[in-house]
Each structure stands twice: as structure tokens, then as C-alpha cells.
């Protein structure tokens, strides 16, 4: 961190192109009205879809902007995991429980590989392997929060793809099948305190159908991430460089609101060219944000 004219000023304020994640959280601005919906989602359902376009925000509504909310709150006390399918879910599930163990190295992969074998064993997997962690087992209180982000990869790991033999295919798709077969079980049990997200690009949405119960469950909960309007968008401007202690020029901040909107990929190219302009104003003594800057950024796009 850098001091410049007595404010603290923060090395970079904007992320680019990359989700947020929830160590950004203090830079995440703009979405209170969809974070209100979804924690309320959340709180009465154990299975939340949130779907929307690529570039929407949906990782980085969960991550930076959920995670923290939750985390705040008093009633309980949320145990995350965030994993993505791949093409081995249910190792990357065993992998996500075992972070909860708080063990790292070969003692991490030893639990893991303890709970792979529950997980592959039986449908109710899940509430087993979470029975074996000790934080769970000796506090009341404990919800397990499940951010399965890019839910739409197990789509295309069931899929038999040309590139593949028969063999590996079909072990592929049984897996994604187990995989989904265990979020349900869980989140169908009044037992287990979990809660599962799952964020899915919405032109994936119809193959939720491939999956035996899946439908239904993504139809009873499913939160639309929208895009943003210009107020939010500028929400995001000014909060974000007044955070760093910077200042933003008015006729740069209309020229950002006018250069975007609620199209596919419109915030992370914002972000985008915002970390570039604060790039080449570093040098700067105040980081004032100019719209000559800001027109270099742009066209860097």
C-alpha cells in the first residue's frame, strides 16, 4: 500500500478480467438489491441454482459478495467449500471436505483419499465424510455451504466426446451421475446442514435434464443473475477508486457508464480497462482518473 496526499491508496483496486474471489470482497460494490434475494434463497432452500450468462458475475456474486454476508452472520456459522467438476468431481469434492480438516500436505490428500472412498461407496457419501471432521462434530450451530461454481463442466464430462474411448466415456458420465446423486441426497437429508450453490451458464440450463432429479431442483430454487445498471456499474466506479483513495474525473466516469452496459462480457471488460487507466496513472501523485487516460485503456480492450 501506497500513500499519496494523506489518503491510503491501495495498489490496484480493480481485478480485470478475472472473477472475484473472496479475498477481493472489500472492492465487490454494486450488487446489495441481488445479494438481499439470494441470501434469503439460500436460507430457505439447500439447493440454489444461479444462473446467467459468462461475464455476468455469478462466481464473483457468490464469492465476494455472498461468503462475506454469510460469514457475518450470527445465527449460525457457515463452513465453505468452493470446488469446480472438472473432470473428476467427486475427487474434487473429497478434496473440498478435507479442507475443512484444516490439514495441509500428505496429511490434506490422506483425508481426502478417506473420503473419496465414502463418496464413491453410497449416494449419502456427503453426510458421512462431514460426520468424520472434527470442527463439525464438536460444535452446534455448523452449516456446510457447497459452491460448486461452473456446475456446467460436469455437462461436458458426461458427454461422450470423440476424443475418448467408450470406457472412459462412461465412466465419466456414471461419475457426473454419482456426483449429482450426492449433492441431492445431502441437501434432501434434514439431518446434514448443508446447503449446496450451484453457478450454471444459462445456455446450459436445459441439460440439467440429463441428471435424475436435477431439474426439479434447479426449477424450485434459481436465482437469475441480472445485469447490472448504470447506477450499480457506477457503484462500482466511484466506491472502488475512493476505497484506494483516488479521485474519479465526472467526464470519465459518464464516458465508462456510456461505454457499457448490460451486454455478455460488459463488466469484466469495465474492470478491464479501469485496472489499465489506474496502471498508467501509478506515477500519478492523486490518481486522478482524466478521460484521455481512460480513451487509451479502452482501445487496449
Known amino acids: 500500500m501506497q500513500a499519496w496526499g494523506g489518503f491510503?491508496?491501495?495498489?490496484?483496486?480493480?481485478?480485470?478480467?478475472?472473477?472475484?474471489?473472496?479475498?477481493?470482497?472489500?472492492?465487490?460494490?454494486?450488487?446489495?438489491n441481488e445479494l438481499?434475494?439470494?441470501?434469503?434463497?439460500?436460507?430457505?432452500?439447500?439447493?440454489v441454482a444461479v444462473v446467467g450468462r459468462a461475464g455476468s458475475g455469478k462466481s464473483s456474486l457468490i464469492s465476494a459478495g455472498l461468503r462475506p454476508r454469510l460469514e457475518r452472520a450470527a445465527d449460525r456459522r457457515w463452513h465453505w467449500i468452493k470446488i469446480r467438476p472438472g473432470e473428476a468431481p467427486i475427487r474434487q469434492l473429497a478434496m473440498g471436505l478435507a479442507g475443512l480438516t484444516g490439514k495441509t500436505g500428505d496429511l490434506l490428500e490422506a483425508w481426502a483419499d478417506r473420503f473419496e472412498v465414502l463418496l464413491d461407496k453410497?449416494?449419502?457419501?456427503?453426510?458421512?465424510?462431514?460426520?468424520?471432521?472434527?470442527?463439525?462434530?464438536?460444535?452446534?450451530?455448523?452449516?456446510?455451504?457447497?459452491?460448486?461454481?461452473q456446475f456446467e463442466e460436469l455437462f461436458s464430462s458426461a458427454e461422450c466426446q470423440d476424443s475418448l474411448d467408450l470406457v472412459t466415456a462412461a465412466e465419466r458420465r456414471d461419475e457426473a451421475t454419482e456426483f449429482v446423486c450426492l449433492l441431492l441426497a445431502a441437501t434432501?437429508?434434514?439431518?446434514?446442514?448443508?446447503?449446496?450453490?450451484?453457478?450454471?451458464?444459462?445456455?446450459?440450463?436445459?441439460?440439467?435434464?440429463?441428471?435424475h432429479g436435477l431439474s426439479e431442483a434447479v426449477s424450485q430454487s434459481q436465482f437469475l443473475v441480472p445485469g447490472m445498471t448504470r447506477n450499480q456499474r457506477e457503484d462500482v466506479?466511484?466506491?472502488?477508486?475512493?476505497?484506494?483513495?483516488?479521485?474519479v474525473d465526472p467526464v470519465l466516469l459518464q464516458r465508462a457508464l456510456n461505454d457499457s452496459n448490460d451486454g455478455a462480457g460488459q463488466l469484466p471488460n469495465l474492470q478491464r480497462a479501469l485496472m489499465r487507466y489506474w496502471e498508467r496513472a501509478s506515477p500519478c501523485c492523486k490518481h486522478d482518473v482524466n478521460n484521455g487516460d481512460y480513451a487509451t485503456s479502452m482501445a487496449m480492450t
Open 8 to 32: 491510503a491508496v491501495f495498489d490496484q483496486p480493480f481485478i480485470g478480467l478475472r472473477p472475484f474471489e473472496y479475498s477481493d470482497c472489500k472492492h465487490f460494490f454494486g450488487r446489495d
Open 36 to 47: 438481499d434475494a439470494i441470501e434469503g434463497q439460500i436460507k430457505q432452500s439447500r439447493f
Open 237 to 247: 466506479i466511484r466506491n472502488s477508486v475512493q476505497l484506494a483513495g483516488g479521485q
Open 188 to 211: 434432501k437429508s434434514p439431518r446434514l446442514p448443508v446447503h449446496v450453490i450451484a453457478s450454471i451458464r444459462s445456455e446450459f440450463i436445459g441439460d440439467c435434464a440429463r441428471f
Open 122 to 149: 453410497s449416494s449419502f457419501g456427503l453426510g458421512e465424510a462431514l460426520a468424520l471432521i472434527p470442527t463439525l462434530r464438536e460444535s452446534e450451530g455448523n452449516s456446510v455451504l457447497l459452491f460448486v461454481d
